[in-house]
């Protein structure tokens, strides 16, 4: 997940705010989904007016479900 968020927030640009015109500071980022789509929300605040916004990150699935799932071997010890 960490990988996820950095990432994203190497590709993330800060918005504008509308009322100061200015840009906006990062603030946090939280996890809003985790399946079957991963979404990443940016929370951002006018340094100036104190106005908030978000922006988020939406992950393509790239990895489908295994068709088989591997195991380890457990092995009995004869006593």
């Known amino acids: 997940m960490v990988d996820r ?3 994203a ?3 993330l640009e800060a918005p504008t705010c509308p009322d ?3 840009e906006m500071k990062w603030y946090r980022s ?7 789509t991963p979404i990443i929300a940016h929370l951002f605040v006018c340094p100036h007016c ?21 195991a380890p071997r457990f ?5």
Do not use: N
């Open 75 to 79: 092995l009995a010890h004869a006593a």
């Open 30 to 36: 939280e996890l809003l989904a985790d399946e079957p």
């Open 5 to 7: 968020l950095r990432s």
């Open 20 to 22: 100061c015109h200015i």
């Open 50 to 70: 104190k106005r908030a916004a978000q922006a988020d990150t939406v992950f393509k699935g790239t990895m489908g479900s295994p068709d088989r799932l591997s």
């Open 9 to 11: 927030a190497e590709q």
